[in-house]
């Protein structure tokens, strides 16, 4: 890390030789597709090549430090694709009538919470909402968030978890008057 860190090319080399199969094996686990898996293993050395600066030796050895990239990643490309419908449903179970007007009711529930959502959104600060639009729908890092709106790593928190309390208050806590949702239509959960 240390040579990678001086800014020497062939140091990324002998990371990816030593740890590529175990980023790639990772990966498939959590995103169950070998390309995507491939991609992102890529995206994660590119990542560790442009922040090798912020490891720190005494948080963890280089291997954990890389292990943390590629499970945040993987799990936040897992989110964008199934909020992006990339994992589908069983072909065996798609000719199944009880299993279509399942998926249908699921289908509607998800229409209705989705709308509730998007209304919740709309009465949130701007700052808030286009940080959590970031993460939840592009599957952003708060880092890249930070990156992509000009600000810190800090108001980038601040703004995420600020956010995600007044989602909560809006949606369940203490209903906001103005927000039209049925009493007794607390939003516990949105099916992804």
Request: a positive charge.
């Amino acid at each position: 890390m240390a040579h990678l860190r001086r800014g020497y090319s062939d140091a990324l080399a002998v990371l990816f030789d030593r740890y590529h199969s175990l980023i790639f094996g990772v990966a498939s686990r959590i995103l169950r597709d070998q390309g995507e898996a491939e991609d992102l293993m890529q995206s994660v050395f590119l990542e560790i090549f442009r922040s090798a600066a912020q490891y720190d030796e005494s948080k963890g050895t280089p291997k954990v430090w890389i292990l943390q990239y590629a499970y945040h990643r993987s799990f936040n490309r897992r989110r964008y694709l199934t909020l992006r419908g990339f994992y589908g449903y069983p072909e065996e179970l798609v000719s199944s009538r009880e299993f279509l007007a399942q998926a249908s009711r699921k289908a509607q529930g998800r229409l209705e919470s989705m709308r509730i959502l998007q209304e919740a959104f709309r009465h949130l600060p701007k700052e808030q909402r286009k940080t959590l639009e970031l993460a939840f729908y592009a599957g952003l890092t708060m880092p890249e968030i930070g990156e992509k709106m000009g600000c810190s790593l800090d108001s980038v928190k601040h703004r995420y978890y600020r956010g995600l309390e007044k989602l909560r208050s809006i949606l369940c806590e203490k209903p906001d008057p103005s927000l039209k949702v049925p009493a007794g239509d607390c939003v516990t959960h949105v099916q992804s």
